[in-house]
């Protein structure tokens, strides 16, 4: 029940191909991660959709293989 | 809408003006990140009713699908969906949390 941190920057970068991405280990276990990702495609989205945008993304993982996954998405400033 | 578990759903989030799915109780959170949003709302002051989905199989898995969000705990005002723990954090940390409060005729008295 775990996720590697190169295989959610994968999905999220085929998802978002202009995006900046950085991915951080926040238990060592696999588990926990924190990920930042800067997009284009969040200009003017509510937060909780460019959210629902990451989770889509990662195609169903989020919740089930990979339990946690604290976001923070925006527009390049 | 004749799904029974979404029913039941929208029958809680009409229900309190602030509703919040959970892991375990606000007494009792069973999860950080439920017990990090329960923190926020009683900080904030705010009344909320609240449901125990590890308690509720159905509405465990129900809720995901209702609100297209994989995870609990999950916050609703007046019947709309804010967000997850991440959210609502980071909302209260900025004051847009209390300002969507306020905006929906909420009171919010310091704790």
């Not at chain 1, 970068?13 to 991660?33: R, S, V």
């Not at chain 2, 909320?48 to 995870?71: D, H, Q």
């Amino acid at each position: 029940m775990a996720m590697q941190a190169n295989e959610i920057e994968a999905l999220i970068k085929a998802a978002f191909p202009d995006a900046k991405i950085e991915i951080e280990d926040l238990a060592g276990d696999n588990d926990h991660y924190a990920a930042t990702v800067v997009s284009e495609a969040f200009r003017g989205v509510p937060r909780v959709r460019q959210h629902q945008m990451v989770y889509a993304a990662l195609q169903g993982r989020m919740g089930g293989e990979l339990h946690a996954l604290a976001l923070q998405t925006s527009a390049p400033e | 809408m004749d799904n029974p578990v979404f029913v039941e759903i929208q029958n809680h989030i009409e229900g309190s003006d602030v509703f919040l799915f959970m892991k375990g109780t606000p007494l009792f959170p069973q999860c950080g990140f439920s017990a990090r949003v329960v923190q926020i709302l009683k900080h904030s002051g705010v009344p909320f009713a609240s449901l125990n989905v590890l308690e509720n199989a159905e509405i465990r898995e129900g809720i995901k699908s209702f609100s297209n969000w994989p995870t609990i705990p999950q916050l609703y005002v007046k019947g709309e969906f804010i967000g997850g723990c991440d959210i609502v954090a980071e909302m209260y940390q900025t004051g847009e949390l209390q300002a969507l409060l306020e905006e929906k005729g909420i009171t919010q008295n310091a704790a």
